[in-house]
């Protein structure tokens, strides 16, 4: 039998639960502000460019992506660390842990930009990706813009510790809203893909800036440390950032780094619509599941089994909802839709919208244990299943890729999440409770609607309209609003 609950705790469930809203809606309204961008600039980039020159935005854009990899582990320590001073109140410690998490940011991104200029002078980057004239030079462009930005994002990291995460989500979707006009514009009058990479990012830039200065985080005066730091502080926390940053690699090799693969297996046109249906898995993979990202900070500062156990259960209903829904609409009319957008019926065969959706859930799942690890504090176990993780996925797309193409990659892509069962077990216990009460019992509510939504989806999936696809999709969203709201009253 469950204990009674405080009013204190309920408060803070109601918070919460509002925190899962904004950020979930957010995130949507964020993919739906990127997808417009894909799904109305990318004929217009191929018209203007060609398919090499949309093949090399693409790669650009999925190098904007794996860039996380200058993270370096230093975000989730630092939003971990922040929590935890706000916790003990140590308003001290607080201001020198966002210091330090942005000094050693800067020195990595300093460095990657070296580094990618010293490829980019020797050739090297040009033969190894089959690049077009001028490629390498976009390439390095987007490692230092993607450096100032990700700088930005680390510098509302205090948001998010103080359980405000859907304020980031708004910044970044403000900007990616804004960037559809502009760099629309700048393609139609002939701008090459360096100015509309440029224009992108400061596009994503420039709300982050007025989000810190609207907020009082520059009234944190981290600048002010910077001159007191040397090399020893960014490596410190470079080190205790490790197990952090090896999940992050991960992310990024079994994700957008399987651009770089398919380029360099097929070329840049290849990658170019390999990059297109990865976005689209992203309903899934990230949108889906982004409610799991404010578990990071809410198990991290729950006080009791309890507390981490109910706060788990609210995000991953969350994530169950989001997910489940959209890997059924890949898998029952994902074909279609892709089809008739993308036209490409010689390109990807029959069975490649189940794919994505099979994709989809197994990144999702895997972005649900990691966070959770994170804030539990078991991070390092988590971040070795989810290296071996990411090196099984990287093996079985490539093996994939050669059996049965992009579909092929997709399917088998994402096979190495078992390597996380085992975490997912301890994340269940570390909550005081079994796996089948944490991860199954709350599904079990859900399968009415999601029966529902799939007879309709099913029953549209046999015409050949598209209109009626649509309503089935609007159909489909009724029921899982009607599941959000059935979550809410019961929390």
């Not at 509002?18 to 018209?47: C, D």
């Not at 999936?461 to 598209?466: E, T, V």
């Amino acid at each position: 039998m469950n204990p009674p609950i405080s009013p204190e705790d309920a408060s803070g469930r109601k918070l919460y639960q509002r925190e899962l809203f904004s950020n979930q809606v957010w995130q949507g309204v964020n993919f739906l502000s990127k997808a417009g961008f894909l799904v109305l600039l990318t004929p217009l980039m191929i018209l203007k460019w060609g398919a090499e020159g949309y093949g090399l935005f693409a790669l650009a854009s999925s190098l904007l992506v794996s860039m996380a990899l200058l993270d370096g582990g230093v975000r989730a320590l630092t939003r971990i660390r922040l929590t935890e001073a706000l916790k003990l109140g140590d308003d001290e410690a607080f201001r020198r842990v966002y210091a330090e998490g942005l000094f050693t940011f800067l020195c990595v991104s300093a460095l990657a930009g070296a580094l990618a200029l010293v490829l980019a002078s020797g050739g090297g980057m040009t033969t190894l990706l089959k690049l077009p004239e001028g490629g390498a030079g976009v390439l390095v462009l987007t490692v230092f813009l993607t450096g100032l930005l990700m700088t930005t994002l680390l510098g509302l990291e205090p948001l998010a510790a103080r359980g405000n995460l859907s304020i980031l989500k708004a910044a970044n979707t403000w900007g990616a809203l804004m960037a559809i006009p502009i760099c629309a514009a700048a393609v139609w009058f002939g701008g090459s893909v360096g100015l509309v990479v440029c224009l992108y990012s400061i596009c994503l830039i420039a709300p982050n800036v007025l989000v810190a200065a609207r907020s009082g985080l520059l009234a944190l005066t981290p600048w002010k440390y910077f001159l007191r730091f040397g090399p020893g502080v960014a490596l410190e926390t470079l080190h205790a950032g490790i197990w952090f940053y090896l999940t992050t690699v991960s992310l990024v090799l079994k994700t957008h780094a399987l651009t770089f693969l398919v380029s360099a297996l097929a070329g840049p046109a290849e990658a170019g619509v390999f990059y297109v249906l990865l976005r689209l898995s992203e309903v899934v993979g990230n949108v889906g599941a982004t409610a799991s990202e404010t578990s990071l900070a809410a198990l991290a500062g729950a006080r009791s089994d309890a507390e981490r156990a109910e706060n788990f259960r609210q995000s991953w209903q969350y994530v169950a909802v989001f997910c489940l829904h959209g890997a059924m609409v890949f898998a029952l009319l994902g074909d279609q839709l892709i089809h008739f957008w993308l036209a490409a019926a010689k390109i990807l065969p029959l069975g490649a919208g189940a794919a994505l959706g099979v994709f989809g859930l197994t990144g999702a799942f895997s972005r649900v244990v990691i966070n959770a690890a994170m804030g539990l504090n078991v991070v390092k176990g988590a971040a070795i299943a989810s290296l071996a993780e990411a090196v099984t996925d990287i093996i079985l797309a490539a093996i994939g890729y050669r059996v049965a193409g992009l579909p092929g990659l997709f399917l088998a892509g994402g096979a190495g999440v078992v390597f996380l069962f085992p975490t997912a077990a301890r994340i269940a216990r570390l909550c005081g409770q079994q796996v089948r009460t944490v991860y199954l019992s709350p599904l079990g509510p859900l399968v009415p609607g999601l029966a529902v939504a799939g007879a309709i989806q099913f029953a549209a999936g046999w015409s050949s309209h598209w209109g009626v696809w649509l309503l089935a999709l609007a159909g489909s969203g009724l029921v899982a609003v009607w599941q959000l709201r059935k979550i809410h009253a019961r929390g």
